[in-house]
């Protein structure tokens, strides 16, 4: 299994809907960050489902280390 890349050092600001759900680039690789474009193949890395609990702005994770899967915890500050 690959490394996943850090595909920038602080989060990632989306508009979610409420009830939808998201695929969380978890490998990095993606162009279309911070949501997958199956740019993982071959990876060993999956992305990350998010289901939206209702409509608002989201942190996600860009440096591909949170804890938390796709929402950022912070883990961009200990890089």
Known sequence: MADPVVAQPF????????????KW????R????????????GTGIEPIEYKAPNSK????????????GAICDSSHNQL
């Open 25 to 28: 680039c978890a490998c990095g």
């Open 57 to 68: 702005r989201i942190a996600f994770c860009g440096c591909k280390a949170s804890k938390r």
């Open 30 to 41: 993606s162009s279309t960050q911070p949501f997958c474009d199956l740019s993982h193949a």
């Open 11 to 22: 989060p990632y600001y989306a508009e979610v809907e409420e009830g939808k759900t998201y």
